[in-house]
Every structure is written in structure tokens, then in C-alpha cells.
């Protein structure tokens, strides 16, 4: 298994351009989620999602959205790109509800300027 | 409102020695988990350890234990016999078990130095 995957590894968007984070997981989880690391701190949820067609917002969730069509994608989406998006990105799955570790993905480095 | 909180932004521990990072938490929820994961320098994030707010006893993972301490509202981690590889950023996190969506809440972390 690859577990979670996320491309890209960084990318750099200038104000106001557009993309789209993925997120693959092969292990057949229910559960995915999508964060936030801002430098020296810790993670923020953005959104996550319980299930194919299922999604909701976490945290932090404005400037992003999410769609869930598979339970193997999870992407996330960034439509007006602004400087305090620059962040760290990881998704991370969980298997189900009765299941307590969430695995993470390599993260993806996004800095707009 | 939930809360994690790690008062100790940077430590040091010397090789071989033992070291324990503070955790301390808020919630309502009888239910609840708490997590340890490791981000070393290269940024992935690595679970250690999990309690959960009914067990019973501390919870272990080779060289990794949690001090549970529920009156305290504490769950500190306590890396024995410290490695070179054990340098690294230490994030706590609590799971609200109430809502079964699994959401983590994060502290701010600990970065851990070891001295050789």
C-alpha cells in the first residue's frame, strides 16, 4: 500500500491564481481529512469528510473547498489564492469510526506571493 | 471549547536520558482520545501513542508512555533512553470522541533537541 499520497510537493501560486491539492489514499479508509501547518505552530482542520459524497467544514475552512465523489480522492481546492495561505498542507485518513489513528500524507508546501 | 495546550516550545535532553513533554487539555466530552505524533525535520508526521479518556491503564509504545492523568487533565509523553533520532517537533492532540468524526485538535508543539 501507498497509504496517503499527495502531489504536488510545493507549488507557488501568485494572488489570486487558483489550484487544486490532491489527496489519494489506497487503504479503503472512510475517514479523510485535510490540515493546515502554519510555521511554528501546530495543525488546523480545514474540512474533512465521513464518507463518499459526505463533507464538512472544520476549523478553518474559508478560501478552500472540498469535494469527496470517491473514497479514494479527497482534493482541495484554493480559488482565490492570498498570502495567509501560505501553509504547510496534509491530508491524512482515518479507517472508520471505531479506529483511532489517522495516517498522514507528506504534506504538501504551498506558498503564494 | 476544546483546547490542547504545550507550555514547553523548545527542549534539550541528553543522550540516553530520559524526557517528558508536557500536555494539557480542555474539553466537556466524557469521551474523548489523546495522540502523540512526531514531525521530524523532514515533515511528516508520525503517531507514537494513543490513550484513550476510558483506559485504564497508561498507555505504552516501545520506548514511548503517556502519563494519564485525568483529574489534571494531562497527558504528558515520556520518551525513555533518548535517541540522536528522537530530535524532532512533538505535537499533542485530542479527538473529540462525542462526535465520531474524528477531528484532531493541535498544540503548538514541542521541539525536542537530543545532545549527544
Given at each position: ?16 491564481q487558483s489550484m ?10 472512510n ?7 502554519d ?75 | ?12 535532553v ?11 487539555y ?6 474523548y ?20 479518556s ?5 498507555a ?12 489534571r487533565?494531562s497527558?504528558?509523553l ?39
Amino acid at each position: 500500500n501507498a497509504g496517503v499520497t499527495q502531489t504536488p510537493k510545493f507549488r507557488i501560486l501568485k494572488i489570486g491564481q487558483s489550484m487544486t491539492l490532491q489527496c489519494t489514499q489506497d487503504m479503503n479508509h472512510n475517514y479523510m481529512y485535510w490540515y493546515r501547518q502554519d510555521p511554528g505552530m501546530g495543525l488546523k482542520l480545514i474540512y474533512y469528510s465521513v464518507g463518499a459524497g459526505i463533507t464538512d467544514k472544520g476549523e478553518v475552512p474559508n478560501g478552500y473547498n472540498v469535494s469527496r465523489s470517491t473514497t479514494e480522492d479527497f482534493p482541495l481546492r484554493l480559488e482565490l489564492a492570498a498570502p495567509s495561505q501560505t501553509s504547510v498542507y496534509f491530508c491524512a485518513s482515518r479507517l472508520g469510526q471505531n479506529y483511532n489513528e489517522q495516517f498522514f500524507g507528506p504534506g504538501t508546501r504551498l506558498t503564494v506571493l | 471549547a476544546q483546547k490542547i495546550t504545550q507550555t514547553q516550545p523548545g527542549m534539550f535532553v541528553q543522550e540516553k536520558e530520559a524526557v517528558t513533554l508536557d500536555c494539557t487539555y480542555d474539553t466537556s466530552d466524557p469521551s474523548y482520545g489523546l495522540f502523540w505524533y512526531k514531525q521530524p525535520s523532514s515533515g511528516e508526521m508520525i503517531f507514537l501513542i494513543y490513550q484513550g479518556s476510558y483506559d485504564q491503564q497508561n498507555a505504552t509504545e516501545g520506548r514511548y508512555s503517556l502519563n494519564f492523568q485525568k483529574a489534571r487533565k494531562s497527558a504528558n509523553l515520556v520518551i525513555s533512553a533518548s535517541q540522536l533520532g528522537d530530535s524532532a517537533m512533538y505535537f499533542c492532540a485530542m479527538r473529540d470522541g462525542s462526535s465520531n468524526t474524528g477531528k484532531l485538535i493541535f498544540g503548538q508543539g514541542t521541539t525536542l533537541q537530543v545532545k549527544p
